[in-house]
């Protein structure tokens, strides 16, 4: 089975060919024109994905040394995401499913991030959790089987990635700040500056306290030392990404006690984070946790977690008819 996988949800153009669940080729053409605004332009987005679409697809199929004519199916991401975004490549997928008369499989995104778990081996065994942390979300997945996904914790207001990012805004350091909150924290002392651990029941998070928080110490703190912020660097970034992984961590584990699952498995972007990959890692040990962190090229926006999400639907048979469209909320 050969599938052809589009992700257009934001501000990366991605294609992706996946051969029987082995990913054969995973191009990703990000955006730079987003920079000099300091976030995504969703207008600038959806025509720079119309400028890419083609070569970008042409290219993953070079890669995979694949054509159009050994395509079964074609995938793409249909929610949620930005819509005149999602709409490049939800209209490029269904025309090309139209011309080459191969069925069509709509796919979410927020479940294809936490599937990416199923692309390379070691593989979680089912019933695994999920802690999946991007730009716009965290959640906490049971993932039952490839078709039974449930988010059983998430957060009620900021995701971990806009706190990131936000916390790097005011600390003066450009969009998108969550990498470079990670390259400073690397040389600071995590528990120099205490921030606090909202308390909220159950699985939910809540990161717009943290960030009302580090607003308010940056202000005390610069009244009596404008150079405040260049000074204490590394150490006012390690302390920030502590907390934030802190109370990734302790819900994380709460919810492994409550399940008793010990499969666990982070994915998104903030995943990335060299401190939440430690934490994971060591928490894992302490709790007897089987621990999976998917390959960097699969935890941020990209169409091979599109594609071997849309392998597990077409083996169920779940194509997706032409008059599917996308939006920018879903249900799941
Ligand atoms: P969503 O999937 O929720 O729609 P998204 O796909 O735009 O959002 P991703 O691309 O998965 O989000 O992740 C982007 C986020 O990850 C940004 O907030 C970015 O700052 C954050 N991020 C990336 N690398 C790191 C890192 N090393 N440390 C902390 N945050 C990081
Ligand atoms: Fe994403
Ligand atoms: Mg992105």
């Not at 050969?2 to 990366?12: H, P």
């Not at 669940?21 to 995504?40: D, M, P, R, T, W």
């Not at 930005?82 to 025309?95: D, Y």
Request: net charge negative.
């Amino acid at each position: 089975v050969t599938i052809l996988a589009i992700e257009s949800s934001c501000d990366e153009t991605s294609a992706a060919v996946c051969a029987d669940g082995k990913i054969l080729s995973n191009f990703i053409a990000s955006q730079a024109v987003h920079e000099q605004y300091g976030g995504v332009v969703p207008e600038l987005a959806s025509r720079a994905h119309m400028q890419n679409i083609v070569p970008v697809v042409d290219k993953a199929l070079k890669e995979a040394g694949k054509q159009l004519s050994d395509l079964d199916a074609i995938a793409f991401t249909q929610a949620p995401g930005l819509i005149g975004s999602l709409l490049v490549g939800a209209q490029f997928a269904k025309s090309l499913s139209l011309a080459l008369n191969k069925p069509l499989i709509a796919v979410h995104h927020m479940q294809a991030h936490v599937l990416a778990n199923l692309i390379d081996d070691p593989k979680p065994s089912f019933p695994f959790l999920c802690l999946t942390v991007s730009g716009g979300h965290t959640q906490i997945v049971q993932c039952d089987s490839p078709h039974q996904l449930r988010i059983i914790g998430e957060t009620i207001d900021d995701a971990a990635g806009e706190a990131f990012d936000k916390s790097a805004k005011l600390l003066g350091l450009p969009y998108p700040g969550g990498p470079l909150i990670d390259k400073y924290a690397k040389t600071g002392k995590p528990d120099r500056f205490k921030f606090p651990e909202p308390q909220i029941p159950g699985l939910d998070f809540s990161f717009s306290g943290l960030k009302t928080a580090i607003l308010y110490f940056l202000q005390e703190n610069t009244k009596t030392n404008p150079n405040f912020v260049e000074e204490n660097l590394a150490d006012i970034c390690a302390s920030i990404q502590h907390r934030i992984i802190s109370i990734l961590m302790n819900k994380l584990k709460k919810a492994t006690i409550e399940t008793g699952i010990k499969d666990v498995c982070i994915a998104g972007g903030v995943s990335a984070n060299s401190g939440l990959r430690t934490a994971l890692k060591e928490t894992g040990d302490k709790m007897k946790w089987n621990t999976f962190i998917p390959a960097f090229q699969y935890c941020t926006d990209n169409a091979g977690m599109i594609a071997i999400t849309a392998y597990y639907k077409f083996l169920a048979g779940e194509y997706t008819p032409l008059t599917a469209s996308p939006s920018a909320k879903a249900e799941w």
